[in-house]
Nanobody, 126 residues
Framework: QVQLVESGGGLVQPGGSLRLSCAASGSIFSINAMGWYRQAPGKEREFVGAVAGIISFDTGAKMYSDSVKGRFTISRDNPKNTVYLQMNSLKPEDTAVYYC???????????????WGQGTQVTVSS
């Protein structure tokens, strides 16, 4: 049984930083792509970024949505079965529940992600 557990969310002022973690268990972590998504109240779930796994042609590749590019960074620590999302220069519009997900392929589409964490709340407010 694959399990994903996010942590690290919280309240931060505009311009601040947070690092989210997603600990995975129940599968060979390094194989799969890992993605981060977010969902704000009343809005659809939105792709944030993804990092490819070792089965991908683009092993280690990363991609980001335009809204976070240059501010957010994804990294993974395969021996620790953990993926991170470093968020800098946070804006109020980054407020959302953030989810990590395991991908069947390196993709932006939610249809390509088969296991999801429970989410962690990030609130950016003064």
């Amino acid at each position: 049984q694959v399990q994903l557990v996010e942590s690290g969310g919280g309240l931060v002022q505009p311009g601040g930083s947070l690092r989210l973690s997603c600990a995975a268990s129940g599968s060979i972590f390094s194989i799969n792509a890992m993605g981060w998504y977010r969902q704000a109240p009343g809005k659809e779930r939105e792709f944030v970024g993804a990092v490819a796994g070792i089965i991908s042609f683009d092993t280690g590749a990363k991609m980001y949505s335009d809204s976070v590019k240059g501010r957010f960074t994804i990294s993974r620590d395969n021996p620790k079965n953990t993926v991170y999302l470093q968020m800098n220069s946070l804006k109020p519009e980054d407020t959302a529940v953030y989810y990590c997900a395991r991908g069947r392929r390196y993709s932006q589409s939610t249809d390509d992600y088969d296991y999801w964490g429970q989410g962690t709340q990030v609130t950016v407010s003064s």
